[in-house]
């Protein structure tokens, strides 16, 4: 997360989408509807299901470590929900990490990463630990190569916790932009980067490291400053082992409805695009990429978190769970989202209350049910669906995203499985997020669903059959 004092503004990237991971057009951004929610029927279709072209499903599940200090410490008690999650990432960074400030209490220092650790431990993830490239453990030295290093030699020599994933500051695009280091270039960060890791390596060689994490200057063919991924990737070459971006797509006041239910394709445009700037510098197709913070909106200011699906409301819910969704279709290394407690509303779990929010339960939908292996679904107008079969390969598993203000019954056909069932056709509501679990053998299926009526109740996703 950026400095919420100064943030760059954002912009998207547009191009042709390459793999299909949702079909026509969402409904009017209307303001959500009071309780029931009534909505009339629409027109009937069909989803149809191909396991012609099995892919393994090798994407990590991710979220961010936030906060600390006199923030009040808002991940303690968030143990049990967390691992219920599944994650396999958890990230300790951003731009406190970094400045090694949070207000102006508490660094992140040694025993900051012992809770962090201890934590992430708890919880069933890998830590993604960030060392700092604005300030040292006092909030005002500029950190040198060595002081990564020591952090290296204390967290996996001295305590032995054995971290796997390293980074090396937090968003250094807007470093100039946010006032950090007037005029510092890509060609500073890459040397930063370079001396670092180096130094890093020489304190234990099995580590990797993410990079560069950068805000928003990642965008191919476009000439100046607006890309300092393809610069980086050539001036760093053999220092990285993933490389990393941030993606927020809207502002605050463009988190509507229409815009979160329609970015999946600009999602998977952004995605290839970041892909052509790693082929040009010579990485070969599967190389890892991840996208190490993400939330439909960098500004969760509970002030300004009034739009119809502003962070903490249930079509951010639906977003999280296509954005999540696609990712796996494009075999992203992770995706980790910012974050899992705070006091905007891009937290997933209240930091008061300590209860979910809808993008919480639209993360674990995926997360609790997709599959080991991917498959091809062809949606109908106005879905998403996402379609994976389990680990004995006899079960199919349909995320479907209903983005349309209908309800819409829908006929699902099988193609290319061992055994093609026979289902009845079923009718999903309106706006609603839905997990099919689809047996070969024609037993019933079982239904997961989340819906505007479940959030409004503060409810999670209900079993229905």
Same mark, same amino acid.
């Given at each position: 997360?950026?400095?919420?004092?100064?943030?760059?503004?954002?912009?998207?990237?547009?191009?042709?989408?390459?793999?299909?991971?949702?079909?026509?057009?969402?409904?009017?951004?209307?303001?959500?509807?009071?309780?029931?929610?009534?909505?009339?029927?629409?027109?009937?279709?069909?989803?149809?299901?191909?396991?012609?072209?099995?892919?393994?499903?090798?994407?990590?599940?991710?979220?961010?470590?936030?906060?600390?200090?006199?923030y009040g410490d808002q991940v303690q008690?968030?143990?049990?929900?967390?691992?219920?999650?599944?994650?396999? *990432?958890?990230?300790?960074?951003?731009?406190?990490?970094?400045?090694?400030?949070?207000?102006?209490?508490?660094?992140?220092?040694?025993?900051?990463?012992?809770?962090?650790?201890?934590?992430?431990?708890?919880?069933?993830?890998?830590?993604?630990?960030?060392?700092?490239?604005?300030?040292?453990?006092d909030g005002v030295t500029r950190p040198?190569?060595?002081?990564?290093?020591?952090? !290296?030699?204390?967290?996996?020599?001295?305590?032995?916790?054995?971290?796997?994933?390293?980074?090396?500051?937090?968003?250094?695009?807007?470093?100039?932009?946010?006032?950090?280091?007037?005029?510092?270039?890509?060609?500073?960060?890459?040397?930063?980067?370079?001396?670092?890791?180096?130094?890093?390596?020489?304190?234990?060689?099995?580590?990797?490291?993410?990079?560069?994490?950068?805000?928003?200057?990642?965008?191919?063919? *476009?000439?100046?400053?607006?890309?300092?991924?393809?610069?980086?990737?050539?001036?760093?070459?053999?220092?990285?082992?993933?490389?990393?971006?941030?993606?927020?797509?809207?502002?605050?006041?463009?988190?509507?409805?229409?815009?979160?239910?329609?970015?999946?394709?600009?999602?998977?445009?952004?995605?290839?695009?970041?892909?052509?700037?790693?082929?040009?510098?010579?990485?070969?197709?599967?190389?890892?990429?991840?996208?190490?913070?993400?939330?439909?909106?960098?500004?969760?200011?509970?002030?300004?978190?009034?739009?119809?699906?502003?962070?903490?409301?249930?079509?951010?819910?639906?977003?999280?769970?296509?954005?999540?969704?696609?990712?796996?279709?494009?075999?992203?290394?992770? !995706?980790?989202?910012?974050?899992?407690?705070?006091?905007?509303?891009?937290?997933?779990?209240?930091?008061?209350?300590?209860?979910?929010?809808?993008?919480?339960?639209?993360?674990?939908?995926?997360?609790?049910? *997709?599959?080991?292996?991917?498959?091809?679904?062809?949606?109908?107008?106005?879905?998403?669906?996402?379609?994976?079969?389990?680990?004995?390969?006899?079960?199919?598993?349909?995320?479907?995203?209903?983005?349309?203000?209908?309800?819409?019954?829908?006929?699902? !056909?099988?193609?290319?499985?061992?055994?093609?069932?026979?289902?009845?056709?079923?009718?999903?509501?309106?706006?609603?997020?839905?997990?099919?679990?689809?047996?070969?053998?024609?037993?019933?299926?079982? !239904?997961?669903?989340?819906?505007?009526?479940?959030?409004?109740?503060?409810?999670?996703?209900?079993?229905?059959?």
């Amino acid at each position: 997360m950026r400095n919420r004092a100064a943030v760059a503004g954002l912009c998207v990237f547009g191009g042709i989408l390459f793999f299909l991971v949702s079909c026509g057009s969402p409904g009017p951004d209307v303001t959500q509807q009071p309780p029931p929610f009534s909505y009339p029927d629409g027109p009937s279709g069909a989803i149809a299901v191909s396991g012609s072209n099995p892919q393994p499903m090798t994407t990590r599940f991710g979220q961010n470590y936030w906060c600390w200090s006199n923030y009040g410490d808002q991940v303690q008690g968030t143990e049990s929900l967390v691992s219920a999650l599944k994650l396999n *990432v958890l990230r300790a960074g951003g731009y406190n990490n970094d400045a090694n400030t949070s207000n102006g209490v508490d660094p992140f220092d040694y025993n900051q990463i012992d809770t962090y650790i201890a934590y992430s431990r708890a919880v069933g993830a890998e830590p993604i630990l960030q060392v700092s490239l604005l300030a040292d453990f006092d909030g005002v030295t500029r950190p040198q190569p060595s002081d990564a290093a020591a952090i !290296v030699n204390y967290t996996n020599v001295a305590k032995g916790y054995g971290v796997k994933y390293w980074e090396i500051g937090n968003e250094p695009d807007i470093y100039s932009d946010q006032g950090s280091y007037p005029g510092y270039t890509v060609n500073d960060y890459a040397n930063d980067f370079n001396r670092f890791s180096q130094a890093m390596r020489q304190v234990d060689a099995s580590i990797k490291f993410v990079g560069p994490d950068l805000a928003w200057k990642y965008f191919p063919n *476009v000439s100046g400053a607006n890309d300092w991924l393809a610069a980086f990737l050539t001036l760093s070459s053999g220092n990285y082992d993933v490389v990393s971006v941030h993606r927020y797509p809207f502002d605050a006041q463009d988190s509507t409805i229409a815009n979160a239910l329609a970015d999946a394709q600009t999602f998977s445009s952004v995605i290839q695009g970041v892909r052509s700037d790693m082929a040009a510098a010579g990485l070969p197709p599967n190389f890892p990429l991840a996208v190490t913070e993400a939330n439909i909106s960098w500004d969760g200011d509970p002030s300004h978190s009034i739009a119809t699906a502003s962070p903490q409301t249930f079509f951010a819910g639906l977003w999280v769970a296509d954005n999540l969704s696609t990712a796996l279709q494009l075999n992203l290394w992770s !995706v980790n989202y910012w974050s899992l407690s705070e006091g905007w509303t891009t937290g997933f779990i209240d930091a008061t209350t300590k209860l979910p929010k809808p993008s919480y339960y639209g993360f674990q939908m995926i997360s609790n049910h *997709v599959g080991t292996t991917l498959i091809q679904a062809t949606p109908p107008q106005g879905f998403s669906v996402y379609a994976s079969r389990n680990a004995t390969n006899d079960t199919t598993i349909l995320i479907v995203i209903n983005k349309n203000a209908t309800n819409n019954s829908e006929t699902i !056909v099988f193609s290319g499985l061992p055994t093609n069932p026979t289902v009845p056709a079923y009718k999903f509501p309106a706006y609603s997020l839905t997990c099919l679990t689809i047996p070969d053998n024609g037993s019933a299926m079982s !239904v997961w669903s989340y819906t505007q009526a479940m959030a409004a109740d503060g409810q999670p996703p209900e079993r229905l059959q």
